[in-house]
């Protein structure tokens, strides 16, 4: 089961902007969880959705938001760029019961 | 709080030499454990996951992984290494959903020809 995927794959923004990342759930999959995965460091759980609902959040400020629409799709956005938002933000999807996820390539965001 | 530890960063064998990587983990309850393997570049793909039963769980490419209770840990194996499996190991562990799913910092692979 390998068919989430992300886009964009890569993003340069400047600090002080906003950034709309977008993750399609593999078929049949209701939950989606955002990790932020800094360099050589494993994945930080950012938040998850389940049924278009925010389900469970990390340690993450207010400026980490995020949209499920009913076609499992999934946008994560990020407000006020920090330097240190600098990172490899994957996606990861699920079906409800069966804890078991399933990422996507991710999207690369650097912010200068 | 739940938490995974990996001890070793960097591990390098020879092409057919045998494999372990090491995890550790917090958890308050019964764990459910998975490792994940990150081509570079790459998402994470899954190898294999222990959620109950058999303490020896296989996986794809040739993994295996033993959950051993009394040691908190869920080591990963293969009898044989390839080349092709160079890349970064991440074990997990927690649920799937909500708060309760950690990553370990990972280990990275490195296969000498």
């Known amino acids: 089961e390998t068919g989430v995927t992300q886009s964009p794959t890569h993003l340069i923004k400047t600090r002080g902007q906003q950034v709309t990342l977008r993750c399609s759930s593999q078929?049949?999959?209701?939950?989606v969880s955002w990790y932020q995965q800094a360099l050589g460091q494993g994945p930080q759980f950012i938040f998850q959705?389940?049924?278009?609902?925010?389900?469970g959040r990390g340690n993450f400020p207010p400026r980490f938001s995020g949209l499920q629409f009913p076609n499992y799709s999934s946008e994560l956005n990020v407000n006020a760029l920090e330097l240190d938002d600098s990172a490899l933000y994957l996606c990861?999807?699920?079906?409800?019961?069966?804890?078991?996820?399933?990422f996507g390539p991710g999207t690369r965001l650097t912010v200068l | 709080a739940q938490s995974v530890t990996q001890p070793d960063i960097h591990i390098t064998v020879s092409e057919g030499a045998s494999l372990e990587l090491r995890c550790n983990y917090s958890?308050?309850?019964?764990?459910?454990l998975f490792w994940y393997v990150q081509s570079p570049g790459q998402g994470l793909q899954l190898l294999l996951k222990?959620?109950?039963?058999?303490?020896l769980v296989q996986g794809i490419k040739g993994f295996e992984a033993e959950f051993k209770r009394s040691q908190s840990s869920f080591n990963l194996r293969k009898p044989s290494v390839h080349w092709s499996d160079a890349a970064e190991y991440f074990c997990a562990v927690g649920r799937g959903y909500g708060q309760n799913f950690v990553f370990g910092p990972g280990t990275r692979l490195s296969v000498l020809p």
């Open positions: 990861a999807s699920g079906r409800d019961g069966t804890d078991t996820q399933y």
């Open positions: 078929s049949g999959h209701n939950t």
């Open positions: 959705y389940y049924r278009e609902e925010e389900n």
């Open positions: 222990y959620f109950s039963g058999d303490t």
């Open positions: 958890y308050g309850a019964t764990p459910y």
